[in-house]
């Protein structure tokens, strides 16, 4: 089983940078901006580092899968990727975004029948592929922060009013977008967006939403949330890195290195160190 794991892992990982690769080159027309984002994936801590050390999870293949439903939604083939995401909801519920990131982009940017049809077929198939997996597969245990029960409605409504929680999530947020920060300011950034066709930036901001608020109420894995935002994150700097002198992008993946600490262990033999390896965990 364990080899098992192993192999998928791998797949993922390989699978995960190869579609960084690509699509950055598809979109922005720069190998040397593809190859930029391509680096900066491959340095964050949790992309791929954490992904190889705890090979029982399942975000290689979310990446990759995310990566195939924004060409989907960049290109209008709605129902490849609708079909996508029936597949991919069964890996992480954050594949659901780019579906609902492209409706909202829809229906902003197209007549208004096209999106009633579109996103009734698309609750259609949706609501079961969500639902029947939580009524059929028992949960023993959940580390989920929000829920319907009363105690976690009033645990959702106060996350917001409890410091350690909100400075720990910008943290995260922060750390993970430490690169793009890095060779852009917030002027250069914004311009960046503008410069994007209408529907690609509606569904970019409707994309950043959403991986905020599913991150916020997810859990306590903040910084494996934020790795989610690789989205946008490799799009700014397909764009931007080209234009930025190669020193100071030097400069920036030996800070990546560095910040995330790619030559260390994890010290899972001390839990105490294990969680502040981890970083931007829990409280």
Same mark, same amino acid.
């Given at each position: ?11 993922g ?17 720069? =190998? ?24 029982? =999870? ?23 990727? /609708? ?24 229906s ?34 959940n ?18 009013f ?16 430490m ?5 852009? +300011? /917030? ?5 960046t967006?503008?410069?994007?066709? +209408? +529907?690609? =930036? ?5 994309y ?73 965990h829990?409280?």
């Amino acid at each position: 089983i364990e080899h098992g794991f192993l192999v998928v892992a791998y797949f993922g990982a390989i699978t995960q940078l190869t579609g960084v690769y690509l699509f950055t080159h598809w979109l922005t027309k720069s =190998r040397k901006g593809a190859t930029i984002a391509m680096a900066v994936t491959a340095l964050s801590l949790f992309n791929v580092k954490f992904l190889l050390f705890d090979i029982y =999870r399942p975000d290689h293949l979310a990446y990759a899968l995310i990566l195939l439903q924004t060409w989907f939604a960049f290109e209008k083939k709605f129902l490849p990727l /609708l079909i996508t995401t029936v597949i991919a909801s069964q890996i992480r519920e954050f594949n659901l975004v780019p579906l609902i990131a492209y409706l909202i982009a829809v229906s902003r940017t197209e007549e208004r029948p096209k999106f009633i049809g579109q996103a009734s077929l698309s609750a259609l198939f949706l609501l079961p592929a969500v639902i029947l997996p939580r009524i059929l597969i028992p949960v023993t245990e959940n580390y989920q922060i929000a829920g319907f029960s009363p105690e976690a409605l009033l645990t959702t409504l106060l996350l917001p009013f409890m410091p350690s929680v909100s400075i720990n999530f910008i943290f995260s947020i922060l750390g993970y977008l430490m690169p793009l920060l890095f060779l852009a +300011d /917030l002027k250069t950034i914004k311009a960046t967006l503008a410069g994007l066709p +209408d +529907d690609q =930036r509606i569904y970019l901001s409707a994309y950043i939403i959403l991986v905020l608020f599913l991150s916020f109420l997810g859990g306590t894995d903040f910084f494996r949330f934020a790795t989610f935002l690789f989205l946008p994150q490799i799009i700014l700097l397909g764009f931007i890195a080209p234009q930025k002198p190669n020193l100071h992008i030097g400069l920036m993946l030996a800070a990546t290195f560095l910040f995330n600490r790619i030559w260390l262990p994890f010290p899972i033999w001390n839990k105490e160190q294990y969680l502040d390896f981890y970083g931007g965990h829990s409280l």
